[in-house]
């Protein structure tokens, strides 16, 4: 029997905040002013006119959570049905631990979780491990990956303001898969 699988459901949860593409040009000439930057040279390099910002006080944990119960919301799927949470986010709340024990301890879940990070790629990699994953499990029950770009590292720029603080973060998502045959 060969199996295959697909993404049968996904959420997304994107943060009300914005910040200028103009805003974020004039916060790197203010704290770098030896480095010359044009006016508008992201949008005209990127097509960027605005970039989508969470509160200050959001994890990359919280923004998963939002994604993942409007998906477990969506579905009708209870949490004690997961049996995998990957989370593929490229950065994390702290170091230690993984961001998904966080997601997992947030959501009521009881299953095997880890990160899988390798940047843009990650949410990739994890789409292969839930599906290695699924063929192995004596139960039914999907799979549930969540992936967030929940906030930009710190500018390599020495003089960047405030390099340390807390800084913009963006979108997260959530999906399931299932085995069909």
Not at 59 to 72: E, G, I, K, N
Not at 87 to 102: F, K, N
Request: with cysteine.
């Amino acid at each position: 029997m060969t199996v295959h699988s697909s993404i049968v459901h996904a959420a997304v949860h994107i943060p009300e905040g914005r910040q200028s593409v103009t805003a974020v040009e004039d916060r790197f000439r203010a704290g770098n002013p030896t480095h010359p930057l044009s006016r508008g040279v992201l949008q005209r390099m990127y097509g960027l006119a605005e970039r989508t910002v969470a509160d200050d006080h959001d994890q990359p944990s919280d923004l998963a959570v939002h994604a993942a119960r409007d998906l477990l919301a969506d579905t009708g799927t209870d949490p004690a049905g997961i049996d995998l949470l990957l989370y593929a986010g490229i950065l994390a709340d702290m170091e230690e631990p993984a961001t998904a024990h966080v997601v997992a301890d947030k959501l009521g879940l009881r299953c095997p979780v880890f990160d899988l990070k390798n940047a843009c790629n990650g949410v990739l990699n994890a789409l292969e491990v839930a599906d290695a994953f699924i063929p192995t499990r004596a139960r039914t029950l999907p799979p549930n990956l969540v992936r967030t770009n929940a906030k930009a590292p710190p500018m390599p720029w020495p003089n960047w303001p405030n390099a340390n603080a807390a800084t913009p973060r963006t979108t997260s998502s959530a999906a399931s898969r299932h085995g069909t045959t």
